[in-house]
């Protein structure tokens, strides 16, 4: 994967408007979906998982029963990236 440039402070916050179920939590952007049922909620992270591997860039997952939480950010740049942007927006299209 080529190096990501980081996300000024105003670029994140543009990119929060078009993500209005994520929010900024330091170099992360970070998502809870409740899932209807446990089945539900280890599904929803299948098919993230799927499109994470596509992508080439995965997402902390958090899973507490119905509650699953990602967690976006580009190690290896040190923080928010296009790529976190992304893979956000193709999560809430699973959700």
């Known amino acids: 994967m080529a190096q990501q440039t980081l996300l000024s402070d105003t670029e ?9 179920d994520w ?3 330091g170099d992360a952007l ?3 979906v ?7 909620g280890i599904e929803l992270v ?9 992508a080439d860039h995965h997402p902390d997952i958090d899973i507490r029963w119905r509650k699953v939480t ?5 190690h290896s740049a040190g923080g928010l990236t296009a790529l976190d942007v ?3 927006h193709r999560i809430d299209r699973l959700c």
């Open 23 to 25: 929010t900024r939590s």
């Open 12 to 20: 994140i916050a543009e990119a929060l408007t078009e993500l209005p």
């Open 30 to 32: 970070v998502r809870t």
């Open 34 to 40: 409740e899932a209807p049922t446990f089945p539900a």
């Open 86 to 88: 992304a893979l956000a």
């Open 46 to 54: 299948r098919r993230v998982a799927e499109v994470a591997e596509e």
């Open 70 to 74: 990602f967690s976006l950010s580009t």
